[in-house]
C-alpha cells in the first residue's frame, strides 16, 4: 500500500479555525486523517501559540518565526513570501520525497528558491493574491498602508510566476481556477474546507439581521461600516454587527445609528448568532475566492442576502437572495424579515452543499491527485 505521508507548509498558525485561510486548512487537516493521510505540518509563527489539537490529525507539527523585515517597501519579492523563508523547514522537508503541501502563495518561498523536486511540489491558492491587494489598498486610508498594499500587489503579480514549477496548482473557486491555469495549465479545482457537515438552518422566523466576519481586516471592516451607514439605517428591524477588532469608524457609525455591535465573542457565539438571526447578510467589495463566511451562513444559518461580488461563480446562487444597492438591500430585508424559512429550502441547500463543498468529498479529490 502506497504510504499517504505528506508535508503541509501553513502561512500560520492554523488552531483555533476562526478565520477565512485558516479554517480551510484545518478541516483539510482533519478530512486527510480521516482518509489516513500521515500529515507532517509545517507552520509560520506570528501572534498564535502553538497548539497540542494539532495533533489530534497530525503525525507532527513545527513551528517556525516568521520573519520580521525592516522596510517591507524595498523588497524584491512580496512581504507574505520572504517574510516566511526558513532554512530549517528546508532542512525538514529534504528528509524525505513525501509530497509537500504549500498553503497559499504566502508560504511558496522554497519552491522559487530551493533545490526541491517540483514534482514533490502542490500549492493551494486561497486568492488571487494580487487583486485582493489591490483592493485592500483600494479601502484603505493610512498613507503608509496604502502604499504598501499597492506596491505588495505588484511584487504578487510579477511572483505568481512561482506556480508554473508545482506540480500541481488547487484553486478555492473556479473563477481562480481561470485565472491560475494560465500559469500552471495543471490547476483544479478544489473548494474550501470548513467546520459544517451538515445543514444546521433553524426553520421558521428570527429577531434580528446580522453581518458577521473578521472586522480587522479591511474589506470586512469596510462592508460593515457600508451596511451600518447605508442599509441598516432604511430599516424597521434589529440590526447586529458582530467580529473582531471593529475599527474606531465602525463603532462610531454604528452608536450614531442604533446597530448593535458585537466583538470579539468565541466561535461558538458567533454561530449562536448567525444561527438566530432571521437574515444574514454578507456584502463585499472584494470578488476573490470563496468567502467561508458565506458557507457558514448558507451551513447554520436561515436566509441569506448577499450582494453579487459575494456569490457571483461560486454555484450558490441558487441559495441566496441578491441585491447589489443599499435601496434594494434594505427592500430585502424588509420583505424577508416576517418571512418563515421553510423546510424545503434547507432540502434544497442539502442537495447543493453536499456536493463540491463536502469536506470528505474534496478530501477524496486531493488524495486522488496528488497519490493518484
Do not use: W
Not at 514549477?165 to 473557486?173: C, D, E, G, L
Amino acid at each position: 500500500m502506497k504510504s499517504k505521508k505528506l508535508h503541509i507548509v501553513s502561512f500560520d498558525v492554523p488552531f483555533p479555525p476562526n478565520y477565512g485561510g485558516v479554517i480551510d486548512v484545518y478541516y483539510k487537516c482533519k478530512s486527510l486523517h480521516a482518509l489516513g493521510f500521515k500529515i507532517h505540518l509545517h507552520c509560520y509563527q506570528y501572534g498564535r501559540a502553538e497548539s497540542s489539537k494539532l495533533l489530534h490529525y497530525c503525525e507532527e507539527v513545527k513551528y517556525y518565526k516568521r520573519r520580521k523585515i525592516q522596510n517591507p517597501l524595498t523588497a524584491t519579492l512580496p512581504y507574505i513570501v520572504s517574510s516566511r523563508s526558513d532554512k530549517a523547514l528546508l532542512a525538514n522537508l529534504l528528509k524525505d520525497n513525501a509530497p509537500i503541501l504549500f498553503e497559499g502563495l504566502h508560504s511558496t518561498y522554497l519552491l522559487n528558491t530551493a533545490n526541491i523536486d517540483p514534482k514533490r511540489c502542490y500549492v493551494r491558492t486561497h486568492n488571487i493574491e494580487h487583486e485582493y491587494y489591490k483592493k485592500l489598498a483600494d479601502v484603505e486610508r493610512n498613507p503608509f498602508k496604502r502604499l504598501f498594499f499597492n506596491k505588495e500587489s505588484q511584487r504578487l503579480a510579477n511572483y505568481e510566476l512561482v506556480l508554473k514549477k508545482a506540480k500541481m496548482v488547487f484553486s478555492i473557486s473556479k473563477p481562480d481556477k481561470n485565472h491560475f491555469e494560465k500559469v500552471n495549465p495543471n490547476t483544479k479545482f478544489i473548494s474550501a474546507f470548513h467546520e459544517s457537515q451538515n445543514i444546521e438552518s433553524l426553520t421558521g422566523i428570527g429577531q434580528y439581521v446580522l453581518y458577521h466576519g473578521n472586522l480587522a481586516v479591511g474589506e470586512n471592516n469596510h462592508a460593515a461600516c457600508y451596511l451600518a451607514e447605508n442599509v441598516f439605517t432604511k430599516v424597521n428591524f434589529p440590526c447586529i454587527i458582530a467580529g473582531n477588532n471593529p475599527s474606531s469608524k465602525l463603532k462610531s457609525i454604528c452608536k450614531r445609528n442604533g446597530v448593535r455591535l458585537i466583538d470579539n465573542k468565541s466561535n461558538k457565539e458567533i454561530v449562536d448568532l448567525i444561527k438566530n438571526a432571521q437574515i444574514n447578510v454578507l456584502v463585499t467589495f472584494q470578488k476573490t475566492g470563496i468567502k467561508l463566511k458565506l458557507l457558514n451562513a448558507l451551513f447554520k444559518g436561515r436566509h441569506c442576502l448577499v450582494n453579487d461580488a459575494m456569490v457571483e461563480d461560486t454555484g450558490l446562487e441558487s441559495l441566496c437572495h441578491m441585491a447589489n444597492i443599499a435601496e434594494d438591500l434594505a427592500k430585502s430585508i424588509e420583505a424577508l424579515k416576517s418571512t418563515p424559512f421553510e423546510m424545503n429550502e434547507i432540502t434544497k441547500r442539502q442537495e447543493i452543499l453536499g456536493t463540491s463543498f463536502d469536506n470528505m468529498h474534496n478530501a477524496k479529490l486531493l488524495e486522488a491527485y496528488i497519490f493518484g
